[in-house]
T-cell receptor, first 111, second 110 residues
Framework: DTGVSQDPRHKITKRGQNVTFRCDPI?????LYWYRQTLGQGPEFLTY????????KSRLLSDRFSAERPKGSFSTLEIQRTEQGDSAMYLC?????????FGSGTRLTVV | DAKTTQPPSMDCAEGRAANLPCNHS???????VYWYRQIHSQGPQYIIH???NNETNEMASLIITEDRKSSTLILPHATLRDTAVYYC???????????FGPGTRLSVLP
């Protein structure tokens, strides 16, 4: 499979717990993006890596959120002390040029 | 905020052409028009993009007005599987983050 892989597909967690999501981009893509999408809305940008460097972060990315991309390969997005408002689909995308390839996303439900 | 405006929803009969409009009156000279679509429970899928010339690929055609302030995505023979939310986005050619609006929900009807 040469697409963008995200794991897990679904996560249900209790409020206050920490969660971590993983994204494996297309191997030759040097750019990796995280987006969040709530019901009925388009995806919202969270953060962006070029290789291992995190180059941009949205103001949506509060202190409870952290993203890493060690060695410029896979990336993780961690949310600490989850809140009900964090419930959303978290999408990862990668690119080398002009167009993104998105993964299928991780749907987070905070109960 | 998104730099594009799209109708919230459209219907199209199966087998007919679907024409999805997008306004982007504040587009900059170096910004491209991109189209993505999202089928329920999946990530957005790239369809096509263009700068100022009309573009065509195996999925769709993109018609950009001469002043570049609007564009139309054309699905020449819509099928039921084309039912999705279609997003029109403007962005540069350097892979910077895209700002998605709410898109157009296209329903292809049998």
């Amino acid at each position: 499979d040469t697409g963008v892989s995200q794991d897990p597909r679904h996560k249900i967690t209790k409020r206050g717990q920490n969660v971590t999501f993983r994204c494996d981009p297309i191997s030759e893509h040097n750019r990796l993006y995280w987006y969040r999408q709530t019901l009925g809305q388009g995806p919202e940008f969270l953060t962006y890596f070029q290789n291992e460097a995190q180059l941009e972060k949205s103001r949506l990315l509060s202190d409870r959120f952290s993203a890493e991309r060690p060695k410029g390969s896979f990336s993780t997005l961690e949310i600490q002390r989850t809140e009900q408002g964090d419930s959303a689909m978290y999408l990862c995308a990668s690119s080398r040029g002009t167009s993104y390839t998105f993964g299928s996303g991780t749907r987070l439900t905070v109960v | 905020d998104a730099k594009t405006t799209q109708p919230p929803s459209m219907d199209c009969a199966e087998g007919r052409a679907a024409n999805l409009p997008c306004n982007h009156s504040t587009i900059s000279g170096n910004e491209y028009v991109y189209w993505y679509r999202q089928i329920h429970s999946q990530g957005p899928q790239y369809i096509i993009h263009g700068l100022k010339n009309n573009e065509t690929n195996e999925m769709a055609s993109l018609i950009i007005t001469e002043d570049r302030k609007s564009s139309t995505l054309i699905l020449p023979h819509a099928t039921l599987r084309d039912t999705a939310v279609y997003y029109c986005i403007v962005g540069d050619n350097y892979g910077q983050n895209f700002v998605f609006g709410p898109g157009t929900r296209l329903s292809v009807l049998p």
